[in-house]
């Protein structure tokens, strides 16, 4: 190997590449393994993934805060081009190293209990495959390979959303994933091209480390200067677009976030890896790596977008039945939120974000998935027709499962962003600087952070909304079907056991120790540039304490609304409540134009191919079939027939004499006498 | 007058007699019957012609040795036609088509 940097650390590099092949390795092994190999592929498994949760922990004790560094080795080359293997070693590939292996542990272990022994085999294989991707994706130093499992970690997904295949739900939602995804695979590809037309590298940190070539590139007449080429300006544009083509399908932002939702189809486990903590982060790990290509403006437009789509999608979270819907849309938020920190220049804050996030979605999944199996249980047990997932059949919940209670009360208060959970320290890093982003701007930037701090208020509501329906008052099932006998619990122990790791990792401790800065997080200070002061001003005193009394208030609401009874909420008949039911009619609205036109489109082409080009082809075959009949009668009765009639004749001339020799021996005789006869007669006559 | 002409007719009507007996029946002791025709047919013509030779009864005593030897073969014949007959179980000519090849 090569090393462009002299503190190059072989340990740590052996042990990276040790902690992305353990699942590549699980994976092989679980797919050449015969069908029945049942929990012992799912161990399996979980083993590689703590060895890789181990290195990772490794990795990330010599790496972190240790600058930055990369190893590569020369892969192929094209042309005078020559695309390197590697890795890059900085804060930011360490940090989501660890992240990724920590909650793919806890996930894994309950993977072994909530899926069929029967079908674990196959689940595994998939897992282990997509944490292989991931794991290869945050550490890879150049666009080539992050193109690459980008892609990989894409198709895992498709595969995971599509585990229970024999449902159509889940197959329609898979397809769709796939498709929304390569639309932004298509634009991450043109960014790479257009860079690579630019600056000649794909190398990661040559491209945009400390004094990059994007570093060192300007804006000038219109041109898109770079060290050693120049494109027009709009190439910058482009390039911009499609990385956030890219970021918007797998970090599901408006207006590709539609299949998030759909891929709750999958199990809830993957829905708590994939499309809660990790896949999804993806997106904002890659703005987090492209970061210095973009402008002003283009980080503007992302901040816009991300707020929107946090608002977007809080507010369809308010009126969702479906408990991981509601899950869902709760991450398209909080997604909204990391991109729109990454718009506003906050990008310590935004993945610190991202990290805690992680955490508790992933504990909120998990929780679910318990809740969910325990219906699903009663479902089964009774024969009943209902939905596991709805949580208007839930209800009192809280006695029956104490853990999975307090693990969500945690999970949902760090999601609110209530003091002393993790959710409150990243959560208010974000609003305090978007209130002083948009302080230095025109007065109407005001809107964005309104905007956000809007949404925690929203988020408190359906937050509210989902523990009160979920766990409190009475059980609903109960009600409706009074003679079903219910033993639900917490389940076994590996249910409980990552829900309390999980738990414990969303409180304050694991992050900082001052539960009430955001500023002292070691995580937010290992993202920051060497020059950041911190600048003391008035929101880092009201913007905490109005969010907190917004929350608290909103959820005193709530509990008025859904355990009082009290009439406070909207109508379930008015406009907006319909807006937000029906997920603002977005899908409705892909289906109706979007889904239709293409539809419409193949139609026709359809309809072109069919009757024009095959009815092209068809007079082609009907003229070829009709040239060859011809030919065919001709050759049958002309050429054949000729061919028939001499052996016609010969053979009557063969017989003719034949029938002489037939053994009878008048005949003989007969024929002599003929033969004498005629020749006397000839004599007579001549 | 008896003359010569109409012992040459009796005789080629007695030949062409045998001559259709021989090609047109099934019957192998018929065809014998029929060549026995066209022998005679054969030695009436001896005697026809002996009567009015020079050298007497040369054409008669000829015609003793044809009749011996056509009892000889007709001998001859006959047992053939018993060997057939016990080879084949018929003596039909048309059906003993052996010869073909």
Known sequence: MTSITPHIDSVVVTCTLLAAGLPLGASAVNFLLPGKTGRASGWLSVLAILGSLILAGIVFSKVWNAGEWSVQQAWFTIGSTTVYAGLLFNNLSALMLLLVSAIALPVHIYSTAYIKAAEQNRYFTYLSFFCFSMLALVVVNNLVMLYAFWELVGFSSYLLIGFWFTRDGAVKANKKAFIMNRIGDIGLLSAIIILFVQYHTFDLTLLFGQNGLVFNSFMRNGLWMAPAHQLPAVWQCIAFGGVFLAVAAKSAQFPLHTWLPDAMEGPTSVSALIHAATMVAAGVFLLGRVYPLFNTTELDILAIIGCFTAFLAATIALTQNDLKRILAYSTISQLGYMIMAMGIDAYASSLFHLVTHAFFKCLLFLCAGVIIHEVQHIKDEHQLDIDPQNILYMGGLRKKMPITFMATVVGCLALVGIPLTSGYLSKDGILIQAFEWAESRAWYYEILPVGILLTSALTAFYVARLIFKVFFGEFKLKEIFPDIHLHISDGSWAYRLPLILLALCSLFPLFSWNPLLYEHAWLFKGFLPVDYLVRENVYHAIVPALINIISVFVVYWAYAVYLQQRKLVFSQKSFLFKLSYHHWYIDTFYQQVVVKAVVAFSQALFWFDRQVIDGLIHQLTRAGKLLAGMSAWADRYIIDGFLLLITQVVKGIGSFFRSFQGGKVQYYLYSMLILMLTLFIIKLLV | ?101
């Open chain 2, 1 to 101: 007058m008896i003359t010569l002409t109409h012992y040459l007719l009796v005789s080629a009507a007695l030949f062409s007699i045998g001559l259709y007996v021989i090609l047109s029946k099934q019957n192998a002791i018929q065809i014998l019957i029929g060549i026995e025709l066209m022998l005679n047919a054969a030695i009436l013509n001896l005697v026809a012609f002996g009567k009015f030779d020079k050298i007497n009864n040369g054409g008669q005593s000829f015609a003793l040795f044809a009749i011996v030897l056509a009892a000889a073969t007709t001998a001859v014949a006959l047992a053939i036609v018993l060997n057939v007959y016990r080879r084949y179980k018929t003596i039909d000519p048309g059906k003993i088509n052996q010869l073909k090849d």
